[in-house]
């Protein structure tokens, strides 16, 4: 078995095929996002991969994404592996050799490590334990598009069913606008929600890349919500194999009373339908029993609760201490206005 690293090893076309036809394999997976990273400010990524007798038999991910520039970004340097590594047949003693080979790579260059699983790992788990990380309770919700509109439509709570109602009386529209100008509007939106909810954004070039980079499968949509041909909201999703990735989202607050935020995911869900696609990854909704405002909202669209959780290792405690407290700093002082 041959461990690789980097793409000047990695045959492009088996790394292709090799996550497309794995059953887990998602889009974080694909050398396209792997270009985005290579080309987005304060991101680098990490690309292990495990051949045999000239065969992918393991592919691991990640990016290492600093908060902030200069010297100040050693101490807010995480690695994210979305969708964990993959292997052949799940086999654990390669996940194992995946993950030992990369805990000697990142340690170096991440305080840091998140594991965001996307399906469920629970064979993996107690590899995961004895390469040094721990198990996190995580929530994502999914929504089965593989049925009939109307049962899609009764899944909706009546509420939501309303507002979408509402929306439609006041004449929101909703349009695909993936230009540079509907990524400019959308984005300006986005920034106005981090900022209110004092998180990062990536920078603007990282959705720039991703359209440059993702054609047909992977793709990209900007779905957007217009009133009076002005754009009040916006959903921008990633679309691999049959599913869409709800990404990023944002409205603006001035125009919360048009449900934006309840019309367009269910106009996405009807295009998706239309397209062939038969999941929706509404993401992230936080930990279980602890309240969360964000998996309440998803929760309206009648999704399914899955718990994959995540797993995380921390490389360097000592910066992790100073990091937290830093980011604190950081955020009284990046969203004082």
């Not at 600093?66 to 996940?95: H, Q």
């Not at 779905?223 to 679309?239: G, T």
Request: hydrophobic share 40%; with cysteine; charged share 25%.
């Amino acid at each position: 078995m041959n461990i690789l690293e980097g793409t000047n090893e990695i045959n492009e076309q088996l790394w292709e095929r090799f996550i497309y036809e794995h059953p887990n394999g998602n889009v974080f997976h694909t050398p396209q996002m792997f270009q985005v990273y290579e080309n987005t400010r304060r991101y680098k990524p990490i690309i292990l991969a495990l051949e045999k007798e000239g065969k992918i038999k393991g592919i691991l991910v990640a990016v290492i994404e600093k908060v902030l520039n200069g010297i100040l970004g050693e101490y807010s340097a995480r690695s994210i592996i979305r969708g964990g590594p993959l292997v052949e047949n799940n086999d654990n003693e390669l996940c194992g050799l995946l993950l030992g080979n990369y805990n000697e790579l990142v340690k170096k260059h991440a305080i840091l490590s998140q594991v965001r699983n996307f399906h469920d790992t629970l064979n993996y788990e107690f590899i995961f334990k004895e390469n040094g990380f721990y198990f996190l309770d995580h929530l994502n919700i999914f929504i089965n598009l593989d049925v009939s509109k109307d049962k899609l439509w009764e899944s909706l709570q009546s509420k939501s069913r309303n507002k979408i109602r509402k929306a439609r009386k006041l004449n929101v529209e909703v349009e695909i606008d993936t230009t540079n100008e509907g990524l400019a509007e959308s984005y300006n939106i986005l920034k106005e929600v981090y900022h209110k909810a004092k998180l990062p954004l990536p920078d603007i070039s990282f959705f720039q890349n991703i359209i440059s980079h993702f054609s047909k499968n992977p793709a990209i949509k900007i779905f957007v919500a217009k009133f009076n041909n002005e754009i009040i909201a916006c959903r921008i999703a990633l679309l691999y194999k049959s599913v869409v990735y709800d990404f990023f989202a944002g409205a603006k607050s001035k125009h919360k009373n048009k449900c934006p935020n309840d019309l367009l995911p269910w106009e996405i869900f009807m295009w998706a339908k239309d397209n062939g696609y038969t999941l929706f990854d509404f993401g992230g909704a936080g930990s279980p029993n602890v309240p969360y405002g964000v998996r309440d909202y998803k929760m309206k669209f009648g999704g399914k609760l899955v718990r994959y959780g995540r797993y995380e290792k921390i490389h360097k405690p000592t910066l992790f201490s100073i990091a937290k407290r830093a980011f604190l700093i950081w955020q009284k002082l990046r969203f004082t206005s």
